[in-house]
T-cell receptor, first 115, second 111 residues
């Protein structure tokens, strides 16, 4: 499986500020995904990061709140804008697995606390 | 009805026990199925894919019943290190498309 890193691993932020999370993969991948896992909950997809085009957002998530960049096939960023305590969560990026297997592998996550 | 439903547990069993986790999914056209394991404060990690014919990996056996839209995971001879949350995961569209996660089943093996 690919080696995926995320930065920062954790952060504590003030209400109203923004945080950009980076996801780096050690190989080229077509698809990258951003998920959120709120305390005690399972994972919810925020958006699919498409290389060379705008991200595709799931219902309930908008570009103004969660802008995403995908400048190349090994890197993506997710920004959490104008944060509120409700944004406190773990944010995870994932990438496709082996060709034809439909698996996904996850980065270690970014644990965000908004005060 | 939620897309993927699991019993949240917790399941607490002694070492050596056999335990089964179940999961149902709502989209009958779903293409791919997986069990992921998530340890506390860690990312989910793929445990195994689930195939229509059923598949086994050591002490772990996964089965899929498409007619009933039901997935199971059997763990035999439970070890302390098996303690984790087990996530039932479905890929409704197939290919490299987003996954849908169940809320997970919490599982603890007790010495």
């Amino acid at each position: 499986s690919a080696v995926i890193s995320q930065k920062p691993s954790r952060d504590i932020c003030q209400r109203g500020t923004s945080l950009t999370i980076q996801c780096q993969v050690d190989s080229q991948v077509t698809m990258m995904f951003w998920y959120r896992q709120q305390p005690g909950q399972s994972l919810t997809l925020i958006a699919t990061a498409n290389q060379g085009s705008e991200a595709t957002y799931e219902s309930g998530f908008v570009i103004d709140k969660f802008p995403i960049s995908r400048p190349n096939l090994t890197f993506s960023t997710l920004t959490v804008s104008n944060m509120s305590p409700e944004d406190s969560s773990i944010y995870l990026c994932s990438v496709e697995g082996r060709q034809g297997r439909n698996e996904q592998f996850f980065g270690p996550g970014t644990r965000l606390t908004v005060l | 009805r939620k897309e993927v439903e699991q019993d949240p547990g917790p399941f607490n069993v002694p070492e050596g026990a056999t335990v089964a986790f179940n999961c149902t999914y709502s989209n009958s056209a779903s293409q791919s199925f997986f069990w992921y394991r998530q340890d506390c404060r860690k990312e989910p990690k793929l445990l195994m894919s689930v195939y229509s014919s059923g598949n086994e990996d050591g002490r772990f056996t996964a089965q899929l019943n498409r007619a009933s839209q039901y997935i199971s995971l059997l763990i035999r001879d439970s070890k302390l290190s098996d303690s984790a949350t087990y996530l039932c995961v479905v890929n409704p569209l197939g290919g490299n498309t987003p996954l849908v996660f169940g809320k997970g089943t919490r599982f603890s093996v007790i010495a």
